[in-house]
């Protein structure tokens, strides 16, 4: 069915989803809306207007809501809002067509939502009248009190103004007294009838009097007619006039007055500082100079000065002093010491160092007593205490096992720790000293330290052989005695500790333990097999044959030695091998040998110190303190310091950094010692010209820890001759670094890094400038090219060979050419380009080279003997007849260290 057609229909539908609804005619306003804490906004109100109805229409009255819905701009309704209008009632009209629209009416939810607003609007109205009431009360209360604080100023100001006029009364009052005392007898009765008469009492500081001042008050203007003069008129009365209009100055009898220059208020001028009182004062007041004052004046004019009295102190002097320094300890001035100088004939500045007998001269003159100390006295109770025989305790033996390389110490180490530390080591030798703790069968700890056997690493076993308690001397019973093992022997009877002898590789076919045991007789080491004292144990690391025996002779040998230390005392101990390790900074193994060791404290190794940081064992373990005979690693030097410092705790930074001032004094003056060009004696001088023409090849070297480097440099120096030497020009632990390419670039040295590789930074700089830095892990390797580097620098040896002889039997003379002998070849055969030598009577008239050699008008290499030919000289020319001439051949053969 289609209703487009229906044009009649004039049905008005509604869909079901909506609501029809007329809208009213609406005008808009703006309402400014202000707050109570002062902001104010503007707010859009809309304004309906009333439909009125005409007749004839039907009027649906919708339910009044109860008030608008609220919003946040909009300003509150009062509480008469709530209410509902009164209106007027509707005329009734007539019905309205029906026309299917209805108004829609408020819900309960919308009428509660609006009352709920009007609630809200009425506390916020009375929340606001409140904080204004508030305001109200405490600015009046602020006003209150400003207002007392007022009126309290203003009497304090009147009482401070009745109080000075009190005083100014009581002045006047004793002015007066004072100046009927001062007064002649002529003038007594003008001071007594005049009250504005001021006078000044004498003077206490100088015993002259002070000026007495008639302030007289100031009439009207005197009338022309007045001839007189009234200064004239009062020295001839006597008498003072109070309508004369002046000051006059009264100067009593025999008394002089001093002379005061006004200032440009015509008041005295004031000579001390101002203080309160003085500014207070009335303007007639005159402040005099106190009795102090005059006294010093007198002293000054008179060229007298008072002498303090000086304290006498106890000077402590070292061996130099600045004179600031000294004067400082003698509480004096510096001036007055450099004057006792300048009387002595030393022109000298407060920054000039002094000798110690010159500034106990000084000290000694001011009245001082003076108490000389060495620097070395800042070293004095560090190392050594005694300890009390109650205080100690046992401790665990220290082991340090000894002999020749590849004679298995460390492999027998590896077997008593169940460690593999071989497979770390380069080349299979032990290049390092390291220190370990293992537990013995029969109870107890022992502490080994194991010593490279490399000729290179003497001063390794040296410091080794100190530090120990017993020394292991491992022995191959395959290889016998051999230079490392003599040596380690003298090391161990140097430092005087006992031997234990391991016949270590008893397990090989052609081991003899016998043999070795006769070899060592040689070098008085008797075994107990032998009739002697020394233990021996017949051992196999790879086997691990008869180490519990090994064990149990150490234990009974640290028994009969009854070793003791005291751990409740302050540590001291040794340093075994130091590092630079670019994570940790410097760390250092050190062989705790007295007290305890913990984190936290101040220690003192050499010239470097530092607070403990970390303590790590042998097993990489971290650890809170170190007892006796406890190998430890400590994390916190400032520096890596030398293999065999020792080491101690001190109680404070300060006493640390004294000492290692110290101690680095020392050391440069040490170096510069060495380096000086001073010599004493005729010995040195003659060594010093043998060693003038000496080539030097320079090196930087960088090794991975201190005992590496100084066998490194103990090694170079063995290699230097009377005609070549290797120097150093610097050596230290750590990685390679820009400061030294740089150094290796000025000194045009070469760069050596021994188990240690160059920083990125270096090793782009090295790129840069060109030079070479060779990386060695070996001790054999590194020495071995040193040495052939420095044979290139020696001068080849010159060898000459004989080729023949001729004599000369004529000499022409031919143009363009010079002179040409003929000569026949006696023997042998002559060269052309070979060295030859002109013989006149058996004495060397010239030696040159054969620069012709002709064979009839031919020129040819060589004659032979029994031929003749001509020869002619390089830059020669004086041939006779008769001359010898030899031929020989020189050949350079080059020379190796």
Request: overall charge neutral; glycine content about 8%; proline content about 6%.
């Amino acid at each position: 069915m289609n209703d487009s057609n229906n044009s009649g229909d004039k049905t008005l539908t509604v869909p079901p989803t909506k609501t029809l609804s007329l809208k009213r005619p609406v005008e808009q306003g703006v309402v400014r809306q202000s707050f109570s804490h002062g902001r104010s906004k503007a707010v859009v109100v809309e304004k309906v207007k009333r439909r009125v109805h005409g007749p004839g229409e039907a009027v649906h009255v919708a339910p009044k809501p109860a008030a608008p819905s609220p919003s946040p701009a909009a300003p509150a309704p009062g509480p008469q809002s709530a209410q509902p209008a009164h209106r007027p009632p509707v005329k009734p009209v007539a019905p309205r067509p029906q026309t299917g629209v209805v108004l829609r009416t408020l819900t309960d939810d919308e009428r509660d939502a609006r009352a709920r607003a009007l609630s809200d609007a009425r506390v916020r109205e009375e929340e606001d009248r409140k904080r204004q009431e508030a305001d109200a009360r405490i600015r009046a209360e602020r006003e209150a009190r400003e207002h007392a604080e007022r009126e309290a100023a203003e009497s304090r100001k009147k009482e401070e103004e009745t109080r000075l006029t009190r005083e100014a009364e009581a002045k006047r009052r004793s002015e007066e007294e004072a100046r009927r005392r001062l007064a002649p007898a002529g003038s007594a009765t003008a001071a007594e009838s005049d009250p504005s008469v001021t006078l000044t009492p004498t003077s206490r500081n100088t015993g002259r009097p002070q000026q007495i001042i008639f302030n007289t008050p100031k009439p009207p203007a005197p009338t022309p007619t007045t001839t007189a003069t009234p200064v004239a008129a009062e020295r001839t009365s006597g008498a003072a006039t109070p309508a004369t209009p002046f000051r006059r100055i009264i100067t009593p009898p025999k008394l002089a007055v001093p002379a005061v220059k006004p200032s440009r208020t015509g008041a005295m001028k004031d000579r001390g500082r101002l203080t309160v009182t003085s500014a207070t004062a009335s303007d007639g007041e005159e402040r005099t100079r106190s009795v102090a004052s005059f006294r010093r004046r007198t002293q000054r004019l008179k060229g007298m000065v008072e002498q303090k009295e000086r304290l006498s102190r106890e000077v402590v002097l070292p061996e130099t002093i600045t004179i600031q320094e000294l004067a400082n300890r003698m509480s004096e001035r510096a001036v007055d010491v450099i004057k006792l100088l300048m009387k002595q004939g030393q022109m000298l500045k407060i920054t000039d160092v002094i000798d110690a007998d010159t500034a106990e001269l000084i000290a000694v003159e001011l009245g001082h007593t003076v108490k000389r100390v060495a620097e070395s006295d800042v070293e004095e109770g560090l190392f050594d205490k005694p300890d009390a025989e109650e205080n100690l305790q046992p401790r665990p033996p220290v082991v340090t096992i000894m002999g020749h390389v590849d004679h298995g110490k460390t492999s027998l180490l590896d077997a008593i720790r169940k460690a593999n530390v071989v497979s770390g080591e380069a080349g299979g030798i032990t290049q390092h000293i390291g220190a370990y703790q293992v537990q013995s069968p029969l109870g107890g700890y022992i502490t080994f330290i194991d010593t490279p056997g490399h000729a290179a690493f003497t001063a390794m076993r040296a410091r080794g052989a100190k530090v120990t308690d017993i020394v292991v001397l491992v022995v191959a019973a395959d290889d016998g005695v051999m230079p490392q093992t003599v040596e380690a022997i003298n090391h161990a009877k140097a430092a005087g500790v006992p031997i234990i002898v391991a016949l270590n590789k008893i397990d090989k076919p052609d081991a003899k333990p016998e043999r070795v045991r006769s070899e060592l007789l040689q070098y008085e080491v008797q075994v107990e097999s032998l009739g002697g004292d020394t233990l021996e144990v017949e051992v196999s690391a790879k086997q691990q044959i008869n180490l519990d025996k090994l064990l149990e002779a150490i234990t009974l040998q640290a028994e009969v030695l009854d070793l003791h230390a005291n751990p409740d005392r302050p540590a001291e101990g040794t340093v075994i091998e130091a590092r630079l390790d670019r994570g940790r900074g410097p760390v250092a193994t050190v062989l705790v040998q007295r007290g305890t060791l913990a984190v936290g404290n101040i220690i003192v190794a050499g010239s470097q110190w530092g607070r403990v940081r970390a303590l790590i064992d042998d097993k990489g373990q971290n650890c809170v303190h170190a007892g006796p005979s406890f190998p430890v690693e400590i994390l916190g030097f400032s520096g890596a310091p030398e293999a065999g410092d020792r080491v101690a705790v001190v109680e404070s930074e300060a006493r640390a950094r004294e000492i290692t001032e110290y101690r680095e004094r020392q050391k440069r003056d040490q170096a510069a010692a060495r380096g000086g060009s001073a010599r004493s004696s005729l010995a040195d001088m003659m060594s010093q010209l043998k060693t003038a023409g000496r080539k030097e090849f320079p090196l930087v070297i960088k090794g991975d820890v201190q005992g590496s480097v100084e066998a490194i440099l103990a090694a170079l120096e063995k290699l230097g001759t009377e005609e070549v030497m290797a120097r150093v020009v610097h050596a230290g632990v750590g990685g390679i670094s820009e400061s030294d390419i740089a150094l290796a670039e000025a000194s045009k040295a070469a760069v050596i890094g021994f188990n240690v590789r160059a920083h990125k930074e270096a090793r782009e700089l090295s790129e840069q400038l060109g030079i070479e830095i060779r990386y060695y892990n070996i001790i054999y390797n590194l020495v071995d090219d040193v040495k052939a580097a420095m044979s290139g620098l020696l001068a080849p040896t010159m060898r000459e060979t004989m080729l023949g002889n001729a004599s000369i039997l004529e000499v022409f003379n031919i143009s363009k050419v010079g002179k040409v002998a003929g000569c026949r070849v006696t023997d042998g055969v002559v060269e052309r380009g070979q060295h030859v030598r002109l013989i006149r009577d058996n004495v060397v008239v010239h030696e040159g080279k054969l620069s012709t050699l002709k064979r009839f008008k031919d020129e040819v290499k060589e004659v032979q003997a029994g031929q003749e030919c001509g020869m002619a000289f390089e830059n020669y020319q004086d041939m006779r007849a008769g001359d010898v001439i030899e031929c020989y051949r020189v050949e350079e053969i080059k020379r190796s260290l």
